[in-house]
Every structure is written in structure tokens, then in C-alpha cells.
């Protein structure tokens, strides 16, 4: 199994909004709604933002939403803040009990 | 809140065995519908899962390592074990244990670096 592709960066101002994607295959991400993302700050471990493609985990901010078209998962982050600065990775199901993880997206505000 | 944390030696040589440790607080090991993972972020890169192991003991692994990975669990002593065999210097990375109720991973441990040098 392959790694999800995401772009490695992404930036925005103070207020902005920033768009992740994550794209797999039909046999991932367009097969199942297991999608997750998760935040990592630096030398932090990675905390759940967004399961089940959409759904938010009690306590994170609903500045943070998911979406799915086809293939390609989304994760959308309004009101960007200074702590929102951190790496991003998607994940998918990948059927027959394996799990894949996104290449991570660096986001940056400006 | 379920609580994870890693432990095990921090430097391991290449071709032998790496083991490690996840101890948990605040849940049990043994309660239905859970998963416990492995998973690895290699220096200043991506995640890759290692596989997980239902409260059943039924172990999953990622097709890539299957061959070298064995995931363990000790109800009484609420931890789950790692081992890979056969380490090389791609093994380094750092080491994380993570709680699923689903197929999502709900908490992590802080990590644990394992590096494999001579």
C-alpha cells in the first residue's frame, strides 16, 4: 500500500483559511469513510482533529472541518490561528484490516 | 481518558530484535471493541503504521513488515508489546502506541526514539 499524497505545504494569514487534500485510491480514502486527520506540533505526538471523514473529537475547535469527494479527502482549517501552525497528516482505512497514513502537509501562518 | 506511554532501550544493534512497551492508565486492555496500535514517524518524516491488536489478541499488521512484527497483549498488566526482528538502520524512528475504538487512532503515547546503530 502507498502512502496517501499531500501537498507538503500550506500557508495563510491570521483570520484565512487553509485547505489540506489527501489523495488515495479508490481502494483507500474512495472506498470507506474512515478518514482521519491528525496535528502534530514539533516534537509532540500527533493528535486526533477529524474521523469518520467529517466528525470532530470533543474538544477540538469547529474551525477544524473534513470533506470527501471521490478519492481525494479535504481538511479545512477557518479562523486560522498561531497555533494552528503545525504538520498534517490524513489517514485511511485501507481495507482487509491495513491502515495507511498521507505524506503530511507543513502549515504555516504567515 | 486513556493513557499511553512507551518504553524500551533507546538503542538496539543492527540484526537483532527491537522490544517495546506500551503501558496503559485510565482504561483497560481488555474491554470489546478496541484496537491497540504501533505506529512509527521516521526522523523528519511521515507516519507508517506497524499493525494492531484487537482486545481479542487477533493481530493486524501492515503488509510491508508482517514478515518481521509480532504485537502482543498482557491483559493483567494492561500493556502491549512490540517486536521487530531483524533490525536495520531504516527501523530508526520513533516509536508510538495509540487507542481505537475505531479505525482512527484516539490517543497516543509520547513516543519512544529508537535508534539502531552498531
Known amino acids: 500500500q502507498s502512502a496517501l499524497t499531500q501537498p507538503p505545504s500550506a500557508s495563510g494569514s491570521p483570520g484565512q483559511s487553509v485547505t489540506i487534500s489527501c489523495t488515495g485510491t479508490?481502494?483507500?480514502?474512495?472506498?470507506?469513510?474512515?478518514v482521519s486527520w491528525y496535528q502534530q506540533h514539533p516534537g509532540k505526538a500527533p493528535k486526533l482533529m477529524i474521523y469518520?471523514?467529517?466528525r470532530r473529537p470533543s474538544g477540538v475547535p469547529d474551525r477544524f472541518s473534513g470533506s470527501k469527494s471521490g478519492n481525494t479527502a479535504s481538511l479545512t482549517v477557518s479562523g486560522l490561528q498561531a497555533e494552528d501552525e503545525a504538520d498534517y497528516y490524513c489517514?485511511?482505512?485501507?481495507?482487509?484490516?491495513?491502515?495507511?497514513f498521507g505524506t503530511g502537509t507543513k502549515v504555516t501562518v504567515l | 481518558q486513556v493513557r499511553l506511554k512507551e518504553s524500551g532501550p533507546g538503542l538496539v544493534t543492527p540484526s537483532q530484535t527491537l522490544s517495546l512497551t506500551c503501558t496503559v492508565a485510565?482504561?483497560?486492555?481488555?474491554?470489546?471493541?478496541?484496537?491497540w496500535s504501533w505506529i512509527r514517524q521516521h526522523p523528519g518524516t511521515g507516519l507508517e503504521w506497524i499493525g494492531y491488536?484487537?482486545?481479542?489478541?487477533?493481530?493486524y499488521y501492515n503488509p510491508s513488515l508482517k514478515s518481521r512484527v509480532t504485537i502482543s497483549l498482557d491483559t493483567s498488566k494492561k500493556q502491549i508489546s512490540l517486536k521487530l526482528i531483524s533490525v536495520t538502520v531504516a527501523d530508526t524512528a520513533v516509536y508510538y502506541c495509540?487507542?481505537?475504538?475505531?479505525?482512527?487512532?484516539?490517543?497516543w503515547g509520547q513516543g519512544t526514539l529508537v535508534t539502531v546503530s552498531s
Open positions: 495509540a487507542f481505537s475504538p475505531g479505525y482512527n487512532f484516539d490517543y
Open positions: 485510565g482504561g483497560s486492555t481488555s474491554s470489546g471493541g478496541y484496537y
Open positions: 491488536i484487537y482486545y481479542s489478541g487477533t493481530t
Open positions: 479508490s481502494s483507500d480514502v474512495g472506498g470507506y469513510k474512515y
Open positions: 469518520e471523514v467529517t
Open positions: 489517514g485511511s482505512y485501507a481495507g482487509s484490516n491495513n491502515f495507511v
